[in-house]
Each structure stands twice: as C-alpha cells, then as structure tokens.
C-alpha cells in the first residue's frame, strides 16, 4: 500500500513538472520548450507528460509544427534519434502516427529526411532500409499503420506522401487493412474523408470490392448510408442554395505550402513553366481566372463563417458524387439477390392464422442490403441516379423483406425518389404491383409513421393535408383493385392510413375547431366594430341630418371601407360556423376545410383590413396637421397596424391559399379530357 502510494506521488511530481512543457507544446511555443528541456537531462524528452503517456514528440507531431520538432530532434543525442520514432503512448501510436493525423506533410517529411534517411553517406544500407519499412509499418493497438491512420483523418496530400515513401522501400497491400478487418477505403469513406478514397481507388481498384468482416458492407454500402454527405439530402435556406451555387466546388490551394508534395499541381506549374512567359493559352488563362474567383470567395469566408462552412459542405459534396462514380463501376453487391416470400396477389380477406407482424415491424438480417436500396432508404439521389444509369437492373432488387425501392422511398417519405424511380414508365409498371413479406402494397407505406418527421407544413390541418395527398398521389399510380388488397393485418391500405393517422387527425380537429371559434370571435367583434361606426360620421351632422364631411373624398372612402368590412366580416363568420358544424372527417382535411378555412381567413383580414383603413381615413378627416414631421409620424402610425397584422398573419394565409390553388388545379386538372398537362396547357 505504502509502495502504491509512492509511486502515486511520484508520478503527480512528474506531471507537475511537465505542465510547462505540456503547455509550451500547445502553444508551438520553441523557444521555452527548449529553455525549458536544457537544464534536464536527456531523458527528460522522452518521459509521458500527458495521461495518455504521449510525450512532448507526440504533441509536436501532433500539432504538425517543424519549428518545435528540429528543436527538440536538436537536443536528442545522435544514437538516440531513431528511438524517438518508436517512442508510443497508450494507444499504441508513434510520433508518425500524430504527424499523419496532422495532415501537416512538411512536418512529416521533416521526420522522415531527418531520422529515417541517411545523411553523410552516399550508400544505402540494407538495415536502413528494412529499419525504415519497419517503422512506416509500424502498427498502433488498432493495428493501424501511419497511412491507415492518415487515410482517416489526415489530408489527401499526407497519404499521397506516406505512400510514395512506403513504395520506396515495399508495398502499400500490407497498409490497406487493420485489425478488426476495415479496409482503408473503408475508414477514408466512414471519416469523410473523400479526397484521399478518391486517391486510394485510383492506386488500386480492387479496394472497391473489399467487405467489412463484420457485416459484409462494401463502401458503397457506407456511402448509401451517409445523408450528411450528398446535396439532395442537405436542407438549406434560399440565401444558402443562392450561395452554394456559386462558390467553387474547391476550396483551392494557392496559399498552402505542401503544394510541391502534390504531383498533379507539381505537374501543372512545371507546363506552365515550360510554356514560357510570352506564352498564353486557354487554359492557363481560365485557371488564373479561377485563381482569383477562389480568392474573391476566400477572402469573403474569412469574415463570414458561414461561407467557410457552406465551401467546405459543397467540396465534400462534390468529392462524394466523383467517389459514386468510381465506385458504382466496381461494385457487385448489387448482384445479391433477395426473394420474396409474397407472390403479387391480390387478398380481400385473411384467414386469422395468416394475420402476422404489422409492416413497421423490422427482421433483422445478416446480409446488408442493396447499395440502391439503402440510398432509396436515406434518400440520396445521387447514389439511386449513378446506380440506374450504371445497372438500371438494379432497380428490380428487393431486400429480405421483400421490400422494393418503392416501398422504402414512401415509408421514409422520399418524394424526390419516387419521382425520380417513376419517370421510368416500363420499369415503375412493375415495382408498383410488388407486395413485401408483411402482404403490403405500396399504398400501405404511405401510412407508417414510423419515419414521419413532421412534413413541411407549419399546422396540424395542413400536415394532414400533406399525408392525404401523398397516399392519393400514390393511390393513382397502382391499379384500382390494388386499393382492396389486405395485408397481414387484415388491413386495406386506406383502413391502415386511417389508424396510423388517428392522433394526428385527432390534433387536426382540435386544431380547427379552436381556430374557427377564436377566428370567429374576431370576425363579430369586428362587425360590431364597423357597424357601431357606420352610425357615427367622421366630424359629426349638419342640421339636416347630412354628415358634416360628406363632399370631402375621404369620405366616400370611408364609407366603402366600413361597408367593405361589415360584410367580410359576416361572411367570414358564415364560413367559419359552417367548419364548426361540419363533420371533420379525416378526408374532409384533403380539400373540404382547406378551401373553407383558406375562404374564412381571407375574409377575415380583408374585414380587419378594411376596418383599420376606415380608422386611417378618419384619422386624416379629423387631424390637419401643418408641421410635416409631425404629419408623417402619424399618418405612419395610422397605417402601421395594418402592416403589422399582414406581417403576422402573411404565412398562415399564404399555406392555405396555396392549398386552395393546387385544390382548385386538381379539380380542372381532372375534368380536362384526356391525359391535358395544365401546367403546360397542352395534352402529354
């Protein structure tokens, strides 16, 4: 006990001692970390100063700073050099390990030139070389090599040095995989980091086929599975498309100073050279333009985070898309096939020994699925678009639960898939008669809540109204027999809608009964607003029982307005009564009450409207003001609640007014004669 004590004790004198090398190193502050190091022996350099016995080699190399590692190379003794490269800390990583990690290559190749490379000596030595492999290979507790670990989270360029330097002395084949299995296109494609997978695929194809251990997945399995990574599954604003449209697709490289380690610019500035300087072409000009384009932007993301960001989203996208292409041409897991334990059948009625699991029900299963299909799934449109046009085949797959691309595009509520799969009217003919496991049709998945994320409506109606509409657009594209097929529930599609759907239905109603009674509440005190001044003119009556303002135009203008808003507003009490007394069922919220609530609603502001206009010419009637400022403030604040009400009220309005417009499309879209596009005005 009192040995353990001891020892504790040492070790917190030694940390204490340290803290101010730690401290140094973070800050790349060599001057004091050699100051600090002089007065102690040599030693001293190699000892842990951090809880994961990393010593202050690792925290330079890990910061990717040459200044602060020639400055500590400088203090080791010549024979112990090359044991600061096998120097480890608890996970097993050397200081190369944390210069990859870095993406920093001038400091790796610092290392490399200082401490692997001979120097005074034109001969190389068979040990030298074997030494130097061993070291390149040298593997962490993972069994990560220093490429393996700079493939995940170091920089393309890193990875382009570390092979170059292991094809030296041996082969890249012993760096492509670690312990547990995980290929190194695998851990590049899982950290993102696109640039450098792009790179290893190139150096060697076969990497495309390679299968984790552990599941059997293909990158291109991990990449289907990656929504974060693809444009068509990233939600932006206006400003940020606006902006994302025009920034470059790289971010570009002019100010880094690891350039010469990359061939290809390596290889561009060497033709420009060679070209001369009297000499011009197309191209040079068009990258000089590029050049400065990318520094317009840089300069512009330096004091505005978000463009930084955005830059950064569109080059990974970018990447991503390229890595799909190559992928896609590699890849044979799409020849994987799945059965179906159902037959496209028709039931109209189940036996109760038939009746099984519902279809939100998940089996698990030991083969991943279809790269397609888990795009379909996360709704990367890039993936389903590359692997149709590569294997439009494909599109016929089912997972193992008997599941097509449509079923999963419509359970995770992926329009722009399903559009995208029925455009293709030979091929969407047959995917809509499939019939999974669980005996249900593609209409029965417009009903599953399981991945609802609540739409992009702003109220419960409308979200309703969201979900009819997409079970009747999807309604119109499978057979009318189709909608009397039951599935292992006993259920038709639409009696399953209708139970999936009964809270939010329920949220619905409430939703518009509080908002007709609280709407129609506004509506009568406004009527007894407009109607009390109807009776009481603007500066009073003449004898004869005339109002005194009578000629005066804003007269005239006041009456049309009070009369205007007397009779909006009744009206819009009529209509809102009329959705109190209705029966609110559930298809009611398709088209009925949107038309009736968007009717209402707009009564009810062009009453309040109206109102407030009939205040505003009362206002200037009664008040002649001969100051101009003081006039100007007060005819603004006359006119300023009717802005404000149509600020606030703007968006609500607008939703259903929308709706009321696509209802009023449908309709004349549907007793148009034949197959009439409206939007086109002519036939398809």
């Not at 190699?46 to 400088?74: C, P």
């Amino acid at each position: 006990m009192e040995k353990e004590i001891d020892t504790q004790t040492e070790m917190a004198t030694v940390f204490e001692q340290t803290r101010v090398a730690y401290e140094n190193a973070l800050k790349d502050d060599a001057p004091s970390l050699k100051s600090f190091y002089s007065y102690r022996p040599d030693d001293t350099l190699f000892m842990a100063i951090t809880a994961g016995k990393d010593t202050v080699f690792h925290i330079a190399a890990y910061r990717g700073s040459e200044e602060l590692l020639r400055v500590l190379l400088e203090m080791v003794p010549p024979p112990k050099k090359r044991d600061v490269l096998k120097l480890k800390n608890i996970h097993g990583n050397t200081i190369l390990h944390e210069v990859a990690v870095s993406g920093k290559v001038k400091a790796a190749d610092f290392l490399v030139r200082t401490l692997l490379l001979p120097h005074g000596s034109s001969t190389v030595h068979e040990k030298d070389i074997r030494e130097r492999e061993e070291i390149l290979a040298d593997r962490n507790n993972l069994g990560e090599t220093p490429l393996y670990r700079a493939a995940a989270f170091g920089s393309a360029k890193m990875v382009m040095y570390l092979a170059k330097e292991i094809e030296e002395v041996g082969t890249l084949h012993g760096h492509f995989k670690r312990n547990d299995g995980i290929s190194i296109l695998h851990i590049a494609v899982i950290y993102q980091n696109f640039d450098s997978a792009i790179w290893l695929l190139n150096k060697d194809p076969n990497l495309a086929s390679y299968k984790m251990e552990k599941d059997g997945k293909t990158c291109l399995h991990l990449l289907a599975s990656m929504p974060t990574a693809f444009r068509s599954t990233s939600r932006k604003n206006i400003f940020t498309e606006f902006l994302y449209d025009r920034l470059p697709d790289s971010l570009g490289d002019d100010d880094d100073d690891d350039d010469k380690f990359n061939p290809l610019i390596s290889s561009i500035r060497t033709q420009d050279l060679e070209r001369g300087r009297g000499q011009t072409s197309k191209i040079s000009d068009t990258s000089f333009r590029m050049s400065m384009y990318r520094r317009l932007w840089r300069c512009l993301a330096k004091g505005w985070k978000t463009i930084e960001k955005l830059w950064t989203k569109k080059k990974m996208n970018t990447s991503a898309v390229k890595l799909i292409g190559m992928l896609v041409r590699r890849d044979a897991s799409w020849l994987v096939p799945h059965e179906a334990e159902e037959d496209n059948l028709i039931c109209l009625d189940r036996e109760e020994e038939d009746i099984e699991a519902a279809p939100s029900a998940k089996r698990r299963s030991r083969l991943p699925d279809t790269p397609l299909l888990i795009a379909a799934r996360t709704g990367i449109q890039e993936i389903v678009e590359k692997i149709l046009e590569v294997y439009p085949q494909a599109v016929e797959h089912v997972n193992q639960n008997g599941q097509n691309i449509l079923h999963l595009a419509i359970m995770h509520r992926h329009h722009h898939i399903f559009d995208l799969v029925n455009q293709k009217k030979e091929t969407s003919q047959r995917l809509v008669l499939g019939i999974d496991n669980y005996g249900c049709t593609i209409l029965h998945y417009t009903a599953v809540m399981e991945y609802y994320t609540g739409g992009t409506s702003t109220t419960v109606a409308l979200k309703l109204q969201e979900e009819l509409k997409w079970f009747k657009d999807v309604q119109q594209r499978i057979p009318l027999y189709y909608t009397m097929h039951r599935n292992k529930e006993n259920l038709t599609a639409k009696e399953l809608f209708n139970k999936k759907h009964e809270d939010q239905h329920k949220a619905a109603q409430e939703w518009v009964k509080n908002t007709s009674q609280s709407c129609s509440t506004v509506a009568i005190l406004v009527a007894t607003v407009v109607f009390a001044a109807a009776y009481t003119a603007p500066g009073g009556y003449l004898a004869n029982g005339k109002p005194l303002l009578l000629e005066r135009p804003l007269y005239s203008f006041f009456t049309v307005m009070d009369v205007a808003g007397l009779a909006s507003s009744l009206t819009s009490v009529v209509v809102f009564l009329s959705v109190l007394t209705s029966s609110l069922e559930i298809d009611d919220f398709l088209r009925t009450l949107p038309r009736k609530l968007m009717l209402g609603f707009i009564f009810l502001f062009f009453s309040v409207t109206a109102t407030m206009l009939s205040f505003t010419a009362t206002i200037l009637l009664l008040i002649h003001l001969q100051k101009k400022w003081t006039a100007t403030l007060t005819y603004a604040a006359a006119f300023l609640p009717i802005c404000v009400f149509a600020l606030f009220q703007f968006p609500l309005y607008y939703e259903y007014t929308v709706a009321a417009i696509r209802g009023i499309v449908d309709f004349i879209q549907a007793i148009l004669p034949g197959n009439w596009d409206l939007a086109r005005c002519k036939p398809n």
